[in-house]
């Protein structure tokens, strides 16, 4: 029963910004650290950032470190990944992860989002 659902996707210029977000439920959302992962074509599922259960710990990949912000707001089950000053490279399908600690590593969340598209063109 629980669900994680993104939205926020699209097709956008280099250096231009998108906010994805992730609504949960079917959990107590409050409990779960959670994380954002993308794949992009040809490769596997890489680590972009992950948040604390509170919110207060927030860890990000190299790439994209600066340019990204996530966030969370637990009374609306939802968190959400600021995405500033795009890149082509940053094209992928971006996931929402669920789970018991913050980690880059994606064998640590144990739900998952249907994934959103973002494109970045140049």
């Known amino acids: 029963q629980v669900q994680l659902v993104e939205s926020g996707g699209g097709l956008v210029q280099a250096g231009g910004s998108l906010r994805l977000s992730c609504t949960a439920s079917?959990?107590?959302?409050?409990?779960?650290?959670m994380g954002w992962f993308r794949q992009a074509p040809g490769k596997e599922r890489e680590f972009v950032a992950a948040?604390?259960?509170?919110?207060?710990?927030?860890g990000y990949a190299d790439s994209v470190k600066g340019r990204f912000t996530i966030s969370r707001t637990n009374p609306k089950n939802t968190v959400y990944l600021q995405m500033n000053t795009l890149k082509p490279e940053d094209t992928a399908v971006y996931y929402c992860?669920?789970?018991?600690?913050?980690?880059?590593?994606?064998?640590?969340?144990?739900?998952w989002g249907q994934g959103t598209q973002v494109t970045v063109s140049s």
């Open positions: 992860g669920a789970g018991t600690l913050r980690t880059a590593d994606a064998s640590g969340y144990e739900h």
């Open positions: 948040i604390s259960q509170s919110g207060v710990s927030t």
């Open positions: 079917g959990l107590t959302f409050s409990l779960y650290a």
